[in-house]
């Protein structure tokens, strides 16, 4: 390795440092456009790098593909499934909120209307002793799942008593989840379970190794912080506390070992879970089965970064200024280190990835140019300031294909936003599918027509991000964005003007793809998408060449308000909206038969060899 350039000197000395660790001191926006990086923001990352101690990288990062890393895809069908929150599901049994359960009954009727696939939000573990932090795409660690999706009623040594029955009913008919509530019945019911003789078993236990012990601890420290009022989250830790080594910590697992196998076993009862829904899905013939989400990053002072020396806390992951937010966007999560990935050959992203593909038939890679590079903001900078910081691509991509080759797992890769010239290219060459959202699908003329998308892509219309298709049709994510300041109100007018012309757009190629007849698209107005427009759209999206297909649940139920609305907190109730209906009334409707059956006719089953 060479030795790093001097840390003072003139600018051209501190870009030269920042480009020797991987630190962009300019980057390119979206259009084209060339953002300098403050140099304050150059001397943060330096600094959480730990550039002063550990040497620069020993080449610079390089986008292209690796020999022979190519990962698994599906045979030559064109599937079709559907994409899901598993939070938003009603059932008469669930404790308000959807869970196991719940997907096995939808994996029985989506596979006998021809569906493929489930897709599921991130099922990460989140933060147990703060069931308030809901958003699953910032977890307390990618490693683990969520116990609050456990189907607590199928769980071995329950009996009816363990729950409070009024209770469960109230969690039921509220309109949004109720996080704390469901948490606290579904823990108080496990306790109870566990404490009757539940066992763990051993063998689980080994394999899970110092990840699983350490997650279990923290979350009895984590609940022990809570009640002293010091946060579920270990920055905000008295000093004794974060040190995972340290003596509090060792005594308090010798004192609360019945606590810290208890959090253990939570994890075996998910796995279990989540397993069996997985050979469900195999049983039932769905060519994919389970199609999960892999999250960016992780909260800073979540489990995956207590204790850790790849994870930085005093460095977010975001987006810089676009059209959807002029501010940027700072997602408030840490990401690993790219020095320590370098020197360690991705070792650190190459365990997680093997054990995310282990039950997934299919993985999307959220924000997946996070493989080659990420916008990251040190302590002290806003979006505005952040800049990006490369990875080592090469050694991402093999230890990616390597594990979706290894359990036949095919990966898609959210390319969306700021896409590097050449990323898509890459992903391409490792067959990584695209992700092709149609709402982003335009040229200057109209539309991209789904027959000019590529063959290696996942094609939908949507994504949680975005508006439902009723929303996106009425404006309704145009007039957020304005209401929450994201843009201009000279902006807001410009994209409703946008919005006229692409209803217009879409409406002209419904009807020459023989989908909507002239005068039915004559008579629909801004003022609500009808069924009849929704099933038209879908069908003409999945007649796609793309491999994958996704339709929402909200479209199929017709929803109207978005499940997220970005860089929001507490102005919006992101994370926290259930479906209008029962997942049994949902899947008796008309809509969800005739757009389910719209897309079977566009894909239908076929003999595919893996």
């Not at 390119?28 to 150059?42: F, N, S």
């Not at 999706?149 to 109720?178: K, S």
């Not at 039950?359 to 997946?368: E, M, P, S």
Request: glycine residues 8%; proline residues 7%; charged residues 20%.
């Amino acid at each position: 390795m060479t030795s790093a350039p001097p840390a003072q000197g003139d600018g051209s000395d501190l870009h030269a440092r920042a480009r020797a660790y991987g630190i962009q001191p300019q980057y390119d926006l979206v259009g084209g456009a060339v953002h300098d990086a403050p140099d304050e923001t150059l001397r943060g990352l330096l600094e959480a790098f730990d550039a002063d101690t550990l040497p620069p990288l020993a080449s610079e990062p390089c986008l292209t593909a690796p020999a022979g890393a190519q990962c698994h895809v599906p045979g030559q069908g064109r599937h079709w499934g559907i994409a899901l929150q598993l939070y938003q599901l009603r059932s008469d049994r669930n404790w308000g909120i959807g869970d196991f359960g719940d997907l096995h009954v939808l994996a029985g009727h989506a596979a006998q209307a021809g569906a493929a696939f489930l897709g599921l939000n991130p099922l990460h573990a989140m933060f147990l002793a703060d069931p308030s932090r809901c958003s699953p795409f910032s977890p307390s660690n990618r490693r683990f799942l969520n116990p609050l999706y456990l189907a607590v009623d199928q769980v071995p040594g329950f009996r009816a008593d363990m729950a409070d029955a009024a209770v469960l009913e109230d969690l039921r008919a509220a309109e949004l989840v109720d996080y704390p509530g469901v948490a606290r019945a579904k823990l108080s019911a496990l306790r109870a379970i566990w404490s009757a003789g539940a066992t763990l078993p051993d063998d689980f236990v080994a394999q899970g190794g110092d990840d699983l012990r350490r997650h279990a601890l923290f979350e009895v420290a984590s609940a022990a912080m809570v009640d002293a009022g010091h946060g579920a989250g270990w920055l905000g830790w008295p000093k004794a506390w974060r040190d995972v080594d340290g003596d509090a910590m060792r005594q308090m697992a010798q004192e609360r070992a019945d606590d810290v196998a208890f959090h253990m076993w939570l994890q075996y009862l998910c796995q279990s879970q989540l397993q069996a829904l997985r050979d469900r899905c195999r049983e039932l013939g769905m060519a994919i089965g389970l199609y999960l989400d892999f999250a960016v990053g992780e909260a800073a002072d979540g489990s995956g970064s207590w204790g850790s020396d790849i994870v930085l806390p005093d460095v977010r992951i975001g987006a810089p200024p676009d059209y959807f937010n002029e501010q940027g966007q700072d997602w408030g999560l840490a990401p690993l280190s790219p020095v320590a990935m370098a020197a360690t050959r991705a070792a650190p992203f190459r365990d997680l990835i093997r054990h995310a593909t282990r039950q997934a038939g299919a993985l999307r890679i959220d924000h997946a140019m996070g493989l080659w590079q990420l916008f990251l903001m040190p302590e002290g900078a806003g979006a505005a300031d952040g800049t990006y910081a490369r990875y080592p691509l090469e050694d991402m991509l093999s230890a990616l294909a390597e594990a979706s080759r290894q359990n036949r797992t095919t990966i898609i890769g959210e390319d969306l936003g700021n896409v590097p010239p050449g990323f898509r290219e890459v992903m391409e060459a490792c067959r990584i599918l695209s992700y092709r959202i149609f709402f982003f699908e335009r040229r200057d003329d109209g539309f991209i027509p789904p027959a000019d998308y590529p063959r290696d892509a996942l094609a939908c219309l949507s994504t949680h991000d975005l508006p439902t298709f009723r929303g996106w049709w009425k404006g309704d994510d145009v007039a957020l964005r304005q209401r929450f300041g994201f843009i201009s109100d000279a902006a807001a007018t410009e994209q409703r003007d946008a919005r006229t012309v692409e209803r217009a757009d879409l409406l002209a190629e419904l009807v020459a793809a023989g989908l909507l007849t002239a005068d039915v698209a004559a008579g629909i107005d801004p003022s609500d998408a009808p069924a009849t427009l929704t099933i038209a759209v879908h069908r003409h999206l999945a007649s796609a060449p793309s491999r994958l297909f996704a339709v929402r649940l909200e479209d199929l139920a017709a929803e109207l308000h978005p499940v997220n609305v970005p860089s929001t907190v507490d102005e919006y109730p992101n994370w926290r909206r259930k479906l209008s209906m029962p997942l049994d009334d949902l899947v008796a409707t008309a809509l969800f038969r005739d757009l389910t059956g719209g897309l079977a006719a566009e894909r239908p089953i076929e003999p595919d060899a893996a």
